[in-house]
Structure formats: C-alpha cells, structure tokens
RNA sequence: UCCCCAGUAGCUCAGUCGGUAGAGCAGGCGGCUGUUAACCGCCUUGUCCGUGGUUCGAGUCCGCGCUGGGGAGCCA
C-alpha cells in the first residue's frame, strides 16, 4: 500500500510511473460509459488532479455515482496525460468514498457570487478563489515571520485583552463577566472595580504601546496578533477583527522606519511573485487583470518620501477636481491618496511630517512645532497601507501632547516610564494584514481574504 | 451612522405597458464521448424578502421594515 502524497507533488511527476495514493475532493466528475474522470483537489496546490477510471473498476457504477464535494481517495499509476489540458493524470486501481456529497452540496461545479460564497464561509476555501486567497495568505504571514527573523526582530506577544482605554485608536469591545441584565453599581454606574479584572476592559485595538515597551528592552521587535475595532464601518476594507503587524525599532528615527517599512514591503511582493505563481496567475487571470504588472513594479522600484506639504502643494495645483477640500492641515483622502501615487509619483511613495492635529499623541513632535514625524507609505490602487511614526521620546513633550489632546496619564503611567529611564528615540509602523493580502491578491473586500470575517451583525463561523 | 442600489427556482439571472412567472446551470432519467465548468434529449423545482396600501387585478406602483452590496465617514 503506497503512502498518501499530496497533489501538489503529483502534479510536480513524483512517483510518475509508479503506483501513488492521493486524497482530496472531487471538484467535477464526468462519467461516461468507457471511461470517468474525476478532477481531485486537496488543497496542496491550486490545480487538479485528473484521475481517470475504467469500467473495469469493480465499484464503478458507484465511482460514477459520486458527486461534487466528496472526499476519496485514489490509489493508481501517475502517468503522462495523452489528453491536452493537463501534463500527468492518475489511471486508478482503486477509488475510495472517504465522505460522500450528495446533490445538496452548496458548492456547484459552476461561478457564485463572492457574497453567496460568504453566507457558506464554512465551504469556500473548497472553491478555486478562496483555495488561491488562503494559500497565498499562509505563504505571505510566515514571510512576514521570516522577513523579521532575518533582521534579528524579536517576535512579541502583545494582551489580547487590555484596560488602557486610551490608545486612542477607534472603539473597544468590552470584556466583562459582569451579568449584563444586573451589573453592580456605584452612584448609579456601572461598578466595573468588581469585574473581573477590577477594572473596565476591552478587546486590543492595536499592541503598538506594549511595543514600544519590548523595543525598549530588544532593539528590534515586532508583533504580529488579532486587533479589534468595535467601530460600526460597513466597508470592504473593515473587519471588526483583523491582524495588524507593528515593528518598532530603537535608535531609529523616521527615516529608517521608512526604510524598514519600504524593504518589508518589496520583500513581500517579491515573495508572492515567487512563490505562489499559480494562485496569482490565477488572480492576475480572474480577479485584477493588472496584478502582476503592479505587484512586480512595487517590488521593483524604490520609494519615493514627500512632505506633507508638497504633497498638498501639488494636490492644490493638480487639475483634476477633487470632491473633498485640499489645505494644509487637513487630512489627506483616499482620492488624494491614490492622485499622488499613481498621477504625481507613478508608484509607491511616502508622505512625512504630517500636522500633529491630524495625528495620534504619541508621534515625535517636529522643530517646528506644526508638525509631527509620521509616515504614510501610499501605494496605487488602494492608497495608505501602511502608517507609522517616529515616537515622542522626550518624557515632558510627551506629557504635555497627552494634556493637549486630552488623553489621561493615569492609566499609561507604565508607558511614561519607558522615558523616564533610558528613553531612546524610537519609531514604527502598524501594517493591516488583511489589506496587505488585498493588496498582493486583486481581492476587492475584506470579508473575502479572512477566513470567517466579523462585522457589524456578522460573527456566525 | 449617512447616501445610493438590489432582493424572483438550490445557484446565476430575465420578466415589456400592472393581467397569477421563465432561461441557463445544478438535480433526476436516457444517450454519447480520452473528457476538460464536456456535450445532446426529456423531466422536476417558486412564501416573486416581509408587511401595509393603491387597483377589478401587483413580481411590477407607493409607504414602512428586514437583509445584502456599493459609496462616504472612522480607520488598518
């Protein structure tokens, strides 16, 4: 009895020539009176594995029989396909019904639609899309891994659960054991110093603080964990849960976090283009036709940096109309995002020195008093992908930004005391996970590239 | 949360001027074929999202609600 082996190497001629076992499920059967083909699939690679069997197959009649979505397994000779359409094939000795499908299978043999796909999120990794999407997910996160391990990152577990309110980025899910129909209570409040953890707590929405602390400590380190925004967007590029990653250096300033944001992300382009070439053929076909195009070109150039101001310098003077208002001090919107990298640079480019209005309190505050050393790497297509600062390491600046926007010390007192003793000046950047998956893949949403998406009034899966 | 669009067979959709619904695919039966989302013939399948209204009559027009999608805001 020959050992399992996967399609993958099948279909790579391992064993050409030789008795094989494979194991998946049937994605198209076409039966006929001579001869019966069944297309297997187990998930190994984006391409099936053609199986043929013959009548003289003592279960036959019952090979013919089996339907879309079964699982079987196969035992015969790989051999070179004298058919076009597919380089070897299998000529079973033996196929097995591990797990029958019968006609309800949700999963036809034909094209859905992404959002009926969504309401079956259980069998969707099955479908060729969602096949390419998680495979190309699973090769680009342990890039992200190996990318940081080279670097000699330190790879860091933030809290899942946190009771600082303030990082100041969206809203918080709570995490109580309180009884919510009878919650104690003190002067008619919610009495949150008798939950669990003696205090009101959440669900993380970014590990940036707790970052900094471990840079504080290894140099080099990143997080890479599950983030929660309680916010109600209902948008293709919002979950309620997602995984962000966040490196934070020490001894480094603005620059050379764009540096290391500029070099992580060429290095994840480059991966996918070379190492999941069939699924992004597949996309680059099927989903964007000028993927690869793009992929390749961001691989491939080097990043341009623009102040603040020159960007809204050239955005003032640019001839399209935009439909939000351009002036120094406001925020950039994706329309002007996407005019600067694609009209202006033609490519990937940074924007820096962003008024300290518009950015969160922790950013190093410039000489200049206006400004705040942030970065936004914009990128074709989408816009900002990936945010980062260098941090306020001066202990008093600090404080006096906190008292300014109005975020209470109190609860951050730990995060003050990594500039209280030997404090250095530091900086980092937060990478959404999904949107960077968007961005490799040509997917168009973000509930398509997580494996069972929660938004707003979705969480079932 | 605001704005826009949509909801018809298991899936993808059509449905004219308001007159009780149709195609392809899937499924069943038969045929054919080293086939390629095979092909050919026959057959089955409906709370037309819900609710109220207008009308002799509503899938179709109007109000409200629900659900989904897109745009915006927020943001990663």
Redesign the pocket.
């Known amino acids: 009895m020959s050992a399992r082996i996967r399609i993958r190497s099948a279909l790579a001629g391992e064993g050409l020539g030789n008795e094989i076992m494979i194991k998946g499920w049937v ?11 069944l ?1 297997l699939n187990d998930g190994s690679c984006f391409a ?1 594995l ?1 199986v ?1 069997a ?1 009548p003289r197959l003592a279960n036959f009649a019952d090979i013919c ?1 089996i ?2 979505g079964a699982a079987v397994a196969v035992r015969g000779i790989l ?1 070179e ?6 380089r070897y ?1 299998i ?1 079973a000795e033996e196929v097995e019904v591990i797990g029958a499908a ?5 999963l ?12 079956i999120a259980h069998l969707r990794p099955r479908s060729n899309t969602f096949g390419a999407v998680f495979r190309v997910r699973s090769s680009v996160a342990q890039a992200v891994h190996r990318f940081f391990a080279e670097r000699g990152f330190l790879y860091v577990h933030t809290p899942i659960i946190t009771t600082s309110d303030c990082e ?4 918080m899910f709570r995490v109580t054991t309180l009884d919510p129909a009878a919650p104690p209570l003190l002067e008619g409040e919610v009495d949150f110093s008798r939950d669990f953890f003696a205090a009101q707590a959440g669900l993380t ?2 590990g940036q603080l707790e970052g900094e602390l471990f840079a504080q400590a290894f140099s080099d380190i990143y997080t890479f964990g599950p ?1 929660f ?1 309680a ?12 995984w ?1 990653i966040e490196p934070e250096m020490a001894f480094a300033d603005l620059m050379a976090d764009a540096a290391l944001a500029e070099e992580f992300f060429r290095y994840l382009c480059r991966h996918v283009l070379d190492a999941c070439g069939e699924d992004m053929a597949f996309f680059n076909d099927h989903i964007d036709k000028g993927l690869i195009a793009r992929v390749e070109q961001v691989a491939n150039s080097s990043f341009a940096i623009m102040e603040y101001g020159e960007a809204i310098e050239r955005l003032t003077k640019a001839t399209v109309k935009f ?2 208002p351009v002036e120094w001090g406001l ?1 950039l ?3 002007h995002e996407r005019y600067l990298t694609e009209q202006v640079v033609g490519g990937p480019v940074f924007v820096i020195n962003y008024p300290k209005y ?1 950015k ?1 309190f922790y950013m190093r505050m410039n000489d200049d008093d206006k400004t705040v050393a942030a970065m936004d790497l914009l990128v074709p297509k989408v ?5 980062g600062s260098q941090r306020e390491e001066r202990l008093h600046v600090l404080e006096g930004r906190m008292a300014e926007v109005g975020v209470n010390p109190e609860g951050l007192w730990w995060y003050l005391d990594s500039r209280r003793w030997g404090s250095t000046p530091h900086a980092g950047f ?7 998956i968007m961005n490799l893949t040509g997917m ?4 398509d590239v997580i494996p069972f998406p929660r ?4 969480a079932e899966f």
């Open positions: 994605r198209t059967i076409r039966a006929g009176k001579e001869v019966a083909f297309a099936n053609q043929v013959e029989a339907g879309t051999v396909s004298p058919a076009s359409g597919q094939e000529h019968d006609e309800s299978y949700p036809q043999k034909k094209r859905h639609t992404f959002e009926y796909l969504r309401s100041g980025a969206g809203e929405v970014s983030t925004r916010e109600n967007s209902n948008t293709p590029r919002h979950a309620a849960e997602f962000m439909e939000y925020d919107q994706t329309e518009i969160a816009g900002e992908i990936i945010g937060g990478l959404g996970f999904e949107r960077l168009e949403n973000i509930r938004t707003p009034r979705h």
